[in-house]
């Protein structure tokens, strides 16, 4: 097992660095960092030409790939611009655990992603748990009563919060909850933000302070979840062992709640495990409209500026993530289910 | 052995499957040896039987010979052209004469290909005839010789019983008037009352257009109606090739004689009195092949000398090769 | 839906015509799923709208402008009132519902092309070509879609010329998205593709073709592709409305089609500041996004079940 | 085994259950926020009478310190924390904060040549840690600036000055090799020697230094609390202040990057102001109650012309055509409808300075007819009848670039048609502004002379001194100069020395002379169009009172704030 474990994280690496180049040499050519730097005013030529040089960003793509990988402590740069290289590099290196430094806040990116890991997985599980939960029961009752008219009516449902663009669900549910229910004089919820300053952050002000992003983004979710979760459970209903287990007359809640739901779980928790990397990801455009602080805003703030090292650094997290989960899950899934095996 | 009268003419024979490690740099661990060395030759209008237990590399060796799969080592001569070293123009030529019967007539045939489509096949790839309309015609013709109703051309395969299937796939294989067909394990896979059918049609075509065929099957019973001669496979290589009879009466391999005794007999008495050898152990893996005789690990009657020299492939009475140390 | 039980004439000519393709098969079973059915007629009737609307109204008209007349609700003349700079947003819709729609197939086709080719070759050949083409699958399938689509977006944006197209000319920004949409989500496709490449590369029929001298490329397009046809369908049908839906995220997030070249997506977006004042705005793209979406999933839903090849009933 | 998969399915099961039965208990796992434990109340009890305002900022910063900021969110929140040599009233005229007064000829704290500068400090100012503020604050703050071992935002124009004296401590001699007007631009925030020497000591470089983001000693009204990155920035009350304490205890602000979001946020009262409000936004957040200030800040939205033999369109080399462009586009009807009637049409780009706009430039009107028989004049006459004018053989198709800003997108729009109605055909592209305003180097639209009409909102860069700078010659961009910002190509040589000699005018009547002339040639070649005045538009909740704004330093009287 640990064997295969190894093997497997060994050949994620040349994956990883397939993907890091690749992103790189998209990157160099998204922008201009230095042309946004001068606030609502154009940068100074004096200020580019410096703020290029010390940057390092008139360095050749392929050098400024090595710094970023392994790093220029090992290798002398030319820091006041009289073209002698005078001291040695600062940075590490991506392999060394040194993301490098944002290029328009100069800090650390690690230190960046890593305040917003935790909100955005805050948002990001309360999404995923209630969207599952959701999936699960609706999901479940429309694959008992196949063709009802009540599983008719939820999928039609199911397909129209899904056919919407999110962005205007988050809008138009913050209009309603927000503005709409303060001028009917209802209990109205806040709207942007994780908090209100005069109260300070309390659980309950996050937890309230959730809902909206919570609800836009499970809306959108819910529909493949419970698609799949109902015809997974369509699956397992149509199994010989469940049509066994009813016809020696076990209770209709029993078979289905431990013989199907059982037999269900697996594919339910693969597909689950294997979305769970993405929710490192955050949400872009939930997190934008509600000015939550997650990863997803964080992208979005640093790719329109062109940051490349903030930029890169989410998108390999996010990558390594997907593999380590990969494994895990495959991991998870051999150990349930017993016809699998590592050779 | 070789002369004008030989169709096909098959030397040292070798079909290995790479065993891979790695993704993007493959290494390689190991070989399946499908298909170790044979060696033997088809005269023209004879059919010569191969027969094996599963896995011991008669399909594959039928396919390789095809060139179905690319050959490790060895060649195949049909009708004087080398099908293995044929690239292109030369390669087609040879496939217009080579063809094949699959065993299982349910995936032999395309399901999104109407009949005349999978008949005609063969002749638009050869350019056999000017129109379609002409290779139409000439399907007809075609299903009308293996037993068909032509109207039926312009259904689909999962339209037909798999007697049915198996008598387009002869119909295509025929299509493109081949000297020599490959039938790899053609009724295997057919109830026991269509199995006799499908056998005397692939006789009557026999007679009819002069065909050559290798008959892959794994059992001897039914080999013996239509075979001239026979060869017995063993874990990739040949252990015993004789005429139909010689074989039968006079089985010299342990391999071939155990084989032979699984056989049932239809006379009651004789059957009561036959003497059945039961192999013991499993088929070795092909991976990694017994040391001298492959044999050896399974044969009742092996000796020392087995399990280190590879017997010698000799041929002890006319016709009639064999290879194991203990036939004299 | 009487014909599911053939009277006896028809059993009758069945005994001389071939009774069912497998086309026909789907579309008798495509017939009963009568959401799809539903949907199918709702896109027809959507299609009718964006492109028979040309006729009542020119393009002109669509961009026509006049600020005196900005935020009016709908009326006589303009049925579907006026954007925030008095233009005919019904008019726009009608030209918007191209663009879109024109997005959303053409993209799928370039999905479909690039996912048919990297899973074919990647199943066909297997060996080195596959795990190159796998690796490469899977690197871009270890992102999130949306930040490819951001990323891309600002490495192709303000590059395209504007082309001609049909007699309209199309600003770079609608290729730039075409593309972008079709090279971030062809992945899936390729997956499908391969493993069903693979498992039917093995079959006795594709045997027969190498046998009889039928070149790889034919029997990758003549032989396999169409019998891994209904996954591509089902998939290539989907990704219509995920295209459509995508174009309106990367309109949202500034990216998109540039105005005034209207799509479904920006008109929107760019009503978003005017939920209360002017919901006409918001209503009508969103609307149709929304039926077109809709639809599509109905129909790819009623495909799934007909072109079922587990599935052997009527 | 099978015991463990039964525990394990147990376990998935029960957590899914569980946490979204509850619902609210994933609330409850409240990450871990180390350090402001102690700041925060455990409970959800309204903390005591906490005056707490909430400003919303559609961008966040990019670091607290005067030396790495970079844009314009940064630069004002300075003004609650950090302190600048001179703040601007809401006329936008300078007044001495940390100086005795404004240096001048008169009072001698400018010499005659114009090359020292002398600053006297008042000696009553004093660092939040009760740190006196003395002239090595300021020549350390210089000096920082200009380091090459600190990759500041900008050395301009610390640059322009050669040496600083500190004969004392409220004594800062400023010396230059030329006079320039940009010296009322320096000291705009200033960083504590007395904290980052150490800094700078130990490290070589300012730029990893922890003072940067979490700005522990200030000379502003208010401290710095806490930051957390893309939700939040508390400043409290500095009870240390040199000057009349603020009103408010605590100033809240909140990135919130989307404009609708930003706007519905004001309407429910979830913000107490917000800046750069579209003027769409406007009618909204007046119904809900939301005042409007405007205050001008030297910005004007405006179409910059490129008039180049080697990139333009041969049209727009004439002028004649360039005045018929600008005569084609009814500026005032969209500012009218569109703005709301909020703005007009400046004629100059001074507009917004009165003193150097005089005698006051008008815009062209809007006359299509008048358009037309110019156009006509000039040889560009539809000949062969395709609804576009031509002159041999070339037809009048020009591209007007611009960032994605709606209501820039909306003013393409309607120049596309206006501009068509009079036989120009008028190509839009849009881009964002990383790529608008990329580098002649990186192929950027507006420095490689992709763009007839370049469009954006800009400032005389010294606001409110006049100075410019984009138009000279030696800022035309090329292979020897890929950092030029001359994007429109234009080396006007009786421009470009009016311009050089404004840079180094510190007389105000001569300056208002030479700028006056820069202006009248703008307006008589036609080399920039005015579109629309923009100010600042703040949005400014109805229970704050006591507010005004600058254009320059917005905040300078925050400590007159109050909520009622």
Not at chain 3, 99 to 119: A, C, K, N, P, R
């Amino acid at each position: 097992m640990v064997r295969y474990i190894v093997k497997r994280l060994f050949q994620g690496l040349p994956l990883l660095l397939v993907i890091s180049i690749t992103l790189f040499l998209l990157m160099m050519n998204i922008g201009d960092p230095i042309a946004t730097m001068g606030g609502r005013t154009i940068t100074r030529q004096s200020d580019r030409e410096r703020l290029t040089r010390q940057l390092g960003l008139d360095k050749p793509i392929s050098v400024q790939y090595l710094y970023w990988l392994i790093g220029n402590d090992w290798t002398k740069v030319d820091s006041d611009g009289d073209g002698i290289p005078d001291n040695y590099g600062t940075r590490h290196g991506i392999l060394r655990g040194d993301f490098g430094t944002s290029l328009v806040t100069r800090k650390p990116v690690t230190e960046l992603i890593g305040e917003r890991i935790p909100n955005t997985l805050l948002l990001m599980v309360a999404s995923e748990v209630v969207t599952v939960f959701f999936a699960l029961l609706f999901g479940i009752y429309s694959a008992l009563r196949q063709y009802s008219v009540m599983d008719n009516i939820m999928t039609a449902l199911l397909f129209i919060a899904y056919s919407m663009p999110i962005f205007f669900v988050s809008l138009m549910s913050m209009y309603i909850f927000a503005v709409l229910f303060k001028k009917w004089g209802l209990p109205y919820l806040p709207t942007v933000g994780m908090f209100d300053p005069q109260v300070g952050k309390t659980p309950w002000q996050i937890f309230i302070h959730m809902i909206l992003p919570v609800f836009s983004l499970s809306v959108t979710y819910f529909a493949a979840y419970s698609r799949y979760i109902r015809s997974t459970m369509l699956e397992v209903l149509s199994q010989d062992y469940v049509r066994t287990a009813r016809s020696k007359g076990l209770p209709r809640r029993q078979v289905v709640y431990i013989h199907a739901l059982k037999n269900a779980a697996l594919p339910i928790v693969t597909v689950i495990g294997l979305d769970l990397p993405f929710l490192l990801g955050g949400a872009v455009v939930t997190e934008r409209i509600f000015a939550w602080p997650g990863m997803g805003r964080l992208f979005l703030d640093h790719v329109s500026r062109s940051d490349l090292p903030v930029v890169m650094g989410i998108l390999m997290l996010v990558a390594t993530a997907v593999v380590v989960f990969q494994i895990i899950t495959d991991i998870i899934y051999a150990w349930l289910d017993p016809r699998i095996r590592f050779d | 052995m070789s002369d004008s009268n030989t169709l096909v003419e098959v030397k040292n024979l070798k079909k290995h499957f790479p065993v891979t490690r790695g993704i993007i740099l493959q290494r390689k661990v190991g070989v399946v040896r499908a298909v170790d060395g044979i060696s033997f030759s088809i005269q023209r209008g004879e059919t010569l039987g191969m027969v094996g237990e599963s896995g011991c590399g008669k399909t594959t060796a039928g396919r390789t010979m095809l060139g179905l799969y690319p050959a490790t080592d060895g060649s195949v001569i049909i009708d004087g052209d080398d099908i293995l070293h044929a690239r292109g123009k030369d390669q087609l030529k040879i496939r217009r004469k080579a063809q094949i019967i699959f065993q299982d007539p349910y995936a032999s045939l395309n399901p999104r290909w109407t009949v005349n489509s999978i008949v005609s096949e063969p002749m638009r790839v050869h350019k056999l005839f000017a129109t379609e309309k002409e290779r139409s015609e000439r399907a007809k013709d075609l299903l009308g010789m293996v037993g068909l109703s032509p109207h039926l051309l312009n259904r689909f395969p999962h339209e037909f019983s798999g007697g049915q299937r198996q008598r387009i796939g002869i119909a295509r294989a025929l299509a493109s008037d081949p000297l020599f067909i490959v039938c790899d394990e053609p009724i295997s896979a057919l109830d026991v009352s269509i199995q006799a059918q499908v056998v005397n049609l692939l006789e009557k075509l026999q007679d009819q257009l002069s065909l050559t065929y290798l008959f892959v099957a794994h059992d001897l019973s039914m080999v013996r109606h239509i075979c001239d001669r026979v060869a017995v496979m063993y874990l990739g290589v040949i252990v015993e090739i004789a005429e139909q009879n010689e074989l039968y009466e006079n089985p010299l391999h342990p391999y071939t004689q155990a084989l032979l005794s699984a056989v049932p007999v239809p006379d009651p008495r004789k059957e009561r009195a036959r003497k059945r050898t039961i192999l013991v152990g499993d088929v070795p893996s092909p991976i990694n092949p017994p040391s001298g005789c492959r044999f050896h690990p399974r044969c009742p009657v092996a000796i020392e000398k087995c399990k280190d020299i590879v017997p010698e492939w000799r041929e002890v009475s006319p016709q009639h090769w064999v290879a194991c140390h203990l036939v004299n | 839906m009487n014909n599911q039980t053939p009277t006896l004439s028809e059993l009758a000519d069945d005994l001389i015509t071939p009774p069912l393709t497998l086309w026909q098969l789907g579309w008798l079973r495509f017939r009963r799923h009568k959401m799809a059915l539903f949907g199918g007629v709702i896109l027809i009737l959507l299609f009718i709208f964006a492109f028979g609307g040309a006729f009542l109204y020119t393009e002109k008209y669509a961009n026509f402008n006049d600020t005196s007349q900005r935020l009016l609700a709908p009326s006589a003349e303009h049925p579907f009132g006026t954007d925030s700079i008095g233009r005919d947003i019904l008019a726009r819709t009608i030209y918007g519902g191209q663009i879109s729609l024109f997005i959303g197939l053409v993209s799928v086709i370039i999905e479909t092309i690039l996912g048919i080719i990297i899973g074919a070759l990647a199943g066909y050949y297997g060996g080195v070509i596959d795990a190159i083409l796998m690796r490469i699958t899977e690197a871009m399938l270890n992102i999130p879609t949306i930040f490819l689509l951001i990323v891309m977006a600002k490495f192709f944006g303000g590059n395209v010329p504007e082309i001609e197209i049909a007699g309209r000319v199309f600003s770079g920004s609608v290729i730039v998205i075409i593309v972008i949409i079709g090279a971030t989500s062809w992945m899936y496709l390729a997956r499908i593709v391969r493993a069903e490449f693979l498992s039917l590369k093995e079959n006795e029929f594709i045997l027969a073709a190498r046998a009889t001298g039928t070149s790889n490329s034919q029997i990758i397009f003549y032989h396999i592709l169409p019998n891994t046809v209904a996954p591509i369908i089902v998939s290539s049908t989907l990704s219509v409305a995920n295209a459509i839906l995508a174009e309106a995220y990367i309109s949202f997030l500034g990216l998109g089609v540039m105005p005034p070249t209207a799509t479904w997506g920006n008109m929107l977006e760019s009503s978003a500041k005017y939920l209360d004042s002017a919901p006409w705005l918001w209503f009508f793209p969103g609307m149709l996004i929304l039926l077109t979406v809709l639809s599509i999933n109905f129909i790819g839903d009623g495909m799934r079940d007909a072109l079922d090849p587990r599935s052997r009933t009527i | 085994m099978n015991h463990m998969k039964s525990v394990l399915f147990l376990m998935v099961v029960a957590m899914l259950l569980l946490s979204a039965c509850g619902g609210g208990s994933a609330a409850t796992s409240v990450p871990e926020q180390p350090g402001d434990a102690t700041e925060v109340p455990a409970t959800d009890a309204p903390a005591s009478e906490k005056k707490v305002v909430t400003f919303s900022w559609t961008q966040e910063f990019t670091s607290l310190s005067p030396l790495y900021s970079t844009g314009w969110f940064t630069a004002v929140t300075q003004q609650f924390w950090n302190c600048w040599a001179w703040n601007y009233d809401e006329n936008n005229e300078p007044y001495p904060y940390l100086v005795t007064e404004m240096p001048s000829f008169e009072n001698g704290g400018i010499s005659e040549d114009g090359l020292t500068i002398t600053l006297h400090l008042r000696d009553d100012i004093k660092w939040s840690d009760n740190e006196p503020i003395t002239s090595e604050d300021f020549r350390f703050s210089w000096a920082m600036n200009i380091d090459p071992k600190n990759i500041v935002s900008s050395t301009y124009p610390e640059d322009l000055v050669t040496s600083i004296d500190t004969p004392d401590a409220q004594t800062v001699v400023l010396h230059f090799d030329t006079p320039s007007v940009a010296w009322q631009s320096l000291f705009t925030g200033i960083v504590p020697a007395h904290i980052l020497q150490p800094v700078y000591d130990a490290e070589g470089t300012l730029d990893n230094a922890e003072w940067n983001n979490n700005p522990s000693v200030g000379c502003g009204p208010y401290n710095f609390a806490e930051w957390e990155s893309g939700s939040y920035a508390r400043f409290v009350r500095n009870d240390n202040y040199f000057d009349a304490p603020a009103k408010i205890d605590e100033i809240f602000i909140r990135f919130v990057p989307d404009d609708t979001a930003q706007t519905t946020a004001l309407v429910a009262g979830d913000a107490d102001l917000g800046a750069f409000i579209p003027y769409s936004e406007v009618p909204r957040l007046k119904e809900a109650g939301v005042e409007i200030m405007t205050q001008p800040s030297g910005f004007n939205e405006g179409i910059f012309l490129q008039v180049s033999e080697d990139f333009s369109h041969p049209a727009m080399l004439d002028v004649n055509v360039r005045k018929a462009v600008a005569m084609s586009i009814d500026f005032d009807s969209f500012n009218q409808d569109v703005n709301l009637g909020l703005v007009k049409t400046p004629g100059s780009f001074w507009d917004a300075l009165p003193y150097y706009n005089d005698p006051p430039v008008e815009p062209y009107p809007y006359d299509p007819e008048g358009a037309k028989a110019l156009l006509d004049a000039a040889g560009w006459v539809d000949s062969n009848e395709d609804g576009t004018r031509d002159k041999d053989g070339v037809e009048f198709i020009i591209q007007h670039g611009a960032t994605t800003r709606e209501v820039r997108q909306e003013l393409q729009a309607v120049a596309q048609q206006q501009l068509a109605d009079v036989g120009i055909e008028l190509e839009i592209l849009n881009f964002d502004a990383d790529l608008f305003f990329a580098t002649y180097a990186d192929a950027g639209p507006t420095y490689s002379g992709e763009l007839d009409l370049q469009e954006w909102s800009d400032t005389p860069s010294g606001f409110p001194d006049p100075d410019i700078y984009y138009w000279l010659c030696s800022e035309v961009p090329s292979d020897d100069n890929p950092s030029g910002t001359n994007s429109f190509y234009i080396c006007d040589e009786e421009l470009d020395a009016l311009i050089q000699e404004q840079a180094s005018q510190l007389d105000p009547a001569e300056r208002q002379e030479t700028v006056s002339k820069i202006n009248q040639i703008f307006h008589d070649k036609v080399y920039w169009i005015g579109a629309w005045q923009d100010p600042d538009v703040w949005a400014v909740s109805s229970r704050l009172t006591g507010v005004k704004f600058s254009g320059v330093t917005p905040f300078f009287n925050i400590t007159e704030w109050d909520i009622k």
